[in-house]
Structures are given as C-alpha cells and as structure tokens.
C-alpha cells in the first residue's frame, strides 16, 4: 500500500513539474509563430504572377497595432469595384494568401503582414490581440486615400478570419460596416484556438497538459501586453452589420466546425464541404472558392 501511495505521489510530482516547465516553454510557440523565408527576388515574383491586365502594386508604410511597422501591398487595378483586404493565417505571411487576388479579378488588393512580422519576426504574434489593430488601421489608411467602408472587404483564412471578425468589432464601433467579409475557417478564440494548435502535437494527450495551457497563455497574455479574454471571434461576431459569410471544412481539427458552427449562429451563411481539412475548404468547395464568393458579392450588390 505504502509503494502504491509513493508512486502516484511521485507520477503527480513528475505531472506537476512537466506542466510547469510546459507552461514556461509554450508561450513562445504562440508569441515566435513561425514566418516564411522569401527573399526580395521571390516577394516580387509573387506579386508579378498576380500583376496583370494594365494593374500594378503601390507599397504604403502604415503604422499597426501597438506602433508595429506594416508593410501595406496595394494591387490597383482599373475599373476596379472596391478594395479586397485580404488577411492570412498563422504561420504565413502577406504573400502566401495574396493569391486570393486571383479569385477577385474585379478587386483592388491590400495584404500585409500581421505585425509586420515578415520584416520584424521578433515582434510576438497574439492571435489577434494586436493583429486587429493592425487591419483597422489599414481601413483607416485607405479612408484617408478617399476610399469608403462600403467598397471596402476582407478575405480571410484561418486565424485571418478571425482576426477579421475582431477588426470588424472594432470599425463597427465608431463607424460604418464595410461591403462584406469571406471568412473561411475562423478560429472560436484565443483559448480554443491554443488548445486546437495543442492537440495537433498531442492528441488525446493534450488534457494532461491544460493546466500548463491557461498558464502559458497568462505569460504569453502578460508579456504581449493584451487580455486573453478580448480574443474572441466568436463574442465580436455578435450584432457586426457587415455581411458575412463562412466556409469551413467538416475535417479541420485546428478550427473545428463546431467553433465556426457557433459563430454562424449570428452569421448563418456558412458552406460545410465534406471531409475538408485546415485551409482544404476553400480547394474543395465546388466549383472553388470563386465560385462560393461570387454569388455572396452578387447578392452584397457587386
């Protein structure tokens, strides 16, 4: 009986010093968020492949969230209906979604990275604590270049989609809703996305490390210098005017249906395409993600 006791006593030392050294160790895995390595050559190939038919690219310095230096991308393009702000995941970059332009050849474009962390990658990415800041800033520039909110839409993936719903949040509270949003994948908020980036390694295994993931979160909160809780897609979603729709895969373990699922409960065009991963949805829907936005645009007066 003794041995049995000494036992789980020493299993719930070693399972209190693994959550522990887990939380000191997971804030940098969401505050580093990995950044692709392009070189200049490979950025303006980019931008060369989508730069056609009598449209070029201006590069605007804008101030973000927190002061964070954004590199803002704009395709202009002639006759073109609005401005498309399109925003990219985790782990991404500006020119890794900027391709999207292809499927809105009747649209202007802005990318930019988040924090401008494809310039400064020692600035900590926060799943849209800052992030958001950094978009309704870039709506704020391209107020100031005379453009208005209704011909003004975001495309974004993943945590860019969530991002767009805090942003939205933001604008609609001193302001006018833009022309509308295509959001594929949106993240429920800043804990479930965590935990859904920690499951991923995990699996079934990630409940023995919860309590290091609400510590690790509180650190990571604590040095970005934002509150956790405010990162919610899902609670910004509520009462946002501009019209939104949502394309999710029913396969995504990083943004799960059901998350995006409760965000439709106040936005409820949502497209489900069978057994569509992360990031699939979009590939997969029928007919692509063309063909999913542009009866939502038509219907949004474009």
Not at 119 to 130: D, V
Not at 185 to 199: E, F, G, Q
């Amino acid at each position: 009986m003794r041995f049995i006791v000494r036992f789980f006593l020493l299993v719930l030392l070693l399972w209190a010093g693994f959550t522990v050294a887990a939380g000191l160790v997971l804030p940098d895995q969401l505050l580093k968020g990995p950044m692709p390595s392009r070189t200049e050559a490979q950025r303006e190939h980019v931008r060369g492949t989508i730069s056609q038919n009598g449209s070029h690219w201006t590069m605007h310095a804008v101030p973000g969230g927190e002061g964070a230096p954004l590199e803002v991308w704009w395709l202009h393009r002639p006759q073109s209906k609005g401005v498309a702000i399109i925003l990219h995941g985790f782990g991404d970059d500006a020119w890794g979604s900027s391709t999207r332009a292809h499927d809105l050849p009747d649209w202007d474009a802005v990318v930019f990275t988040f924090r401008g962390r494809d310039r400064h990658p020692e600035i900590p990415s926060t799943l849209g604590a800052w992030e958001r800041q950094d978009v309704v800033r870039v709506v704020g520039f391209l107020e100031s270049q005379g453009l208005q909110r209704c011909t003004m839409l975001m495309a974004g993936t993943s945590m860019g989609a969530g991002v767009a719903l805090l942003a939205l949040a933001d604008l609609e509270s001193s302001g006018l809703p833009l022309a509308g949003a295509l959001l594929e994948s949106p993240y429920l908020d800043l804990r479930d996305a965590a935990r859904n980036h920690i499951k991923g390694t995990l699996g079934g295994l990630e409940v023995l490390v919860w309590p290091a993931e609400q510590i690790a979160i509180h650190r990571a909160a604590r040095a970005a210098h934002f509150s956790a809780d405010d990162v919610s897609p899902v609670k910004a979603s509520v009462g946002l005017r501009t019209p939104i729709a949502l394309l999710a895969g029913d396969a995504d373990a990083i943004t799960p249906l059901a998350g995006v699922q409760r965000i439709a409960r106040h936005h409820p065009d949502l497209t489900i395409v069978h057994d569509a991963g992360h990031c699939e949805a979009g590939g997969r829907v029928q007919g692509g993600w063309k063909s999913w936005a542009d009866p939502r645009l038509s219907r949004w007066g474009f």
